[in-house]
């Protein structure tokens, strides 16, 4: 019977593995704590964009104008920055009874995943409304189960 001979680089490959799975996994780990802000890459490096006051803000996104109890007059504009999946979100506009008016999907204008980007969103248009209030909702679905997320609600005066 012959005696088997174990492969020369059987062990490298398997160490190998171990090696490269160990640095990928603490890669991700990394990513993770710079994507979501746990720890500071750099302290004296100034910010690219400076990031605003928002008026209105959840996590991952931030309307600026119009402000709550602003007067709108068609056509206004919705203006902020969102950080969120792909660069896409949602909007709806109610009037006073929570009737639908508009609706629509926006995009931000983020320059890489997991940075805020700008959005502007440009209403020229409603039907009949009841009462002269209502709100603007922007919002993310959630990949997860597909219900609203970073929802920011902003009640307005419509002229």
Do not use: C, W
């Amino acid at each position: 019977m012959a005696k088997k001979i174990p492969h020369p680089f059987a062990r490298f490959h398997l160490s190998s593995f171990i090696l490269g799975l160990a640095g990928g996994i603490f890669l991700m780990f990394f990513y993770q704590l710079v994507l979501y802000q746990s720890i500071p890459v750099s302290s004296n490096v100034p910010a690219a964009v400076p990031t605003p006051t928002p008026t209105m803000a959840t996590g991952n996104i931030q309307v600026r104008f119009p402000t709550p109890g602003a007067t709108v007059s068609l056509p206004f504009t919705i203006t902020g920055q969102a950080r969120v999946f792909e660069n896409q979100f949602n909007y709806r506009i109610k009037d006073a009874n929570g009737t639908l008016l508009q609706q629509g999907t926006a995009y931000a204008n983020s320059q890489d995943a997991g940075q805020f980007g700008p959005f502007t969103i440009t209403i020229s248009s409603l039907p009949h409304r009841q009462g002269n209030t209502g709100t603007i909702e922007v919002f993310d679905y959630s990949a997860r189960d597909g219900s609203e997320i970073d929802k920011v609600v902003i009640p307005v005066i419509f002229n």
